[in-house]
T-cell receptor, first 110, second 114 residues
Framework: DAKTTQPNSMESNEEEPVHLPCNHSTISGTDYIHWYRQLPSQGPEYVIHGLTSNVNNRMASLAIAEDRKSSTLILHRATLRDAAVYYCILSKQAGTALIFGKGTTLSVSS | KAGVTQTPRYLIKTRGQQVTLSCSPISGHRSVSWYQQTPGQGLQFLFEYFSETQRNKGNFPGRFSGRQFSNSRSEMNVSTLELGDSALYLC?????????????FGPGTRLTVL
């Protein structure tokens, strides 16, 4: 599976927007982009995923670059509960496994 | 709808023993995946089952095995436990392929090997 690169950590203030970047320069045309997050002492939870177009849901937005070599997870108004490790994952459409990297640890201050 | 459940939540074993962990997926989900999480290696994929068939296996020794039953419930077994097997074992379920359908994770089983 193609590799993703994320910053190790990021900081944000409560109620401010957060933009979490992910580089995936070796992405292929049929690779999906997934974002999961893991809150302390919990299993990972799904945030959002997309293929080519930008995606929005109640939790976040996913902005995908036109060449698909990078994407950005946008949390519109960070809360303390958003402090977590965020994982950007690529997967083959016909694949059967999500391969997690190290992710980005997001800290949110009040 | 009930989420993914894993039993037991905590387990302490000694080296050389074997252990069986259980996972009950969300009702209607046919895919179950297992992951091992350690501070040093992060989240590592163990295997994925769909309709009682193992479709994918991660890079783990043969001591790690699993199975899925006709009701989609899954078990994983680790034989001849080593200290390095101490980890959080996570189970996740999805309707179909975990690469296109949302995966829902359980709370995990914390295994400590002494």
């Amino acid at each position: 599976d193609a590799k993703t690169t994320q910053p190790n950590s990021m900081e944000s203030n409560e109620e401010e927007p957060v933009h979490l970047p992910c580089n995936h320069s070796t992405i292929s045309g049929t690779d999906y982009i997934h974002w999961y997050r893991q809150l302390p002492s919990q299993g990972p939870e799904y945030v959002i995923h997309g293929l080519t177009s930008n995606v929005n849901n109640r939790m976040a937005s996913l902005a995908i670059a036109e060449d698909r070599k990078s994407s950005t997870l946008i949390l519109h108004r960070a809360t303390l509960r958003d402090a977590a490790v965020y994982y950007c994952i690529l997967s083959k459409q016909a694949g059967t496994a999500l391969i997690f990297g190290k992710g980005t640890t997001l800290s949110v201050s009040s | 709808k009930a989420g993914v459940t894993q039993t037991p939540r905590y387990l302490i074993k000694t080296r050389g023993q074997q252990v069986t962990l259980s996972c009950s997926p969300i009702s209607g989900h046919r895919s179950v995946s297992w992951y091992q999480q350690t501070p040093g290696q992060g989240l590592q994929f163990l295997f994925e089952y769909f309709s009682e068939t193992q479709r994918n296996k991660g890079n783990f020794p043969g001591r790690f095995s699993g199975r899925q039953f006709s009701n989609s419930r899954s078990e994983m077994n680790v034989s001849t436990l080593e200290l390095g097997d101490s980890a959080l074992y996570l189970c996740a379920s999805s309707l179909g392929r975990p690469t296109t359908d949302t995966q829902y994770f359980g709370p995990g089983t914390r295994l400590t090997v002494l």
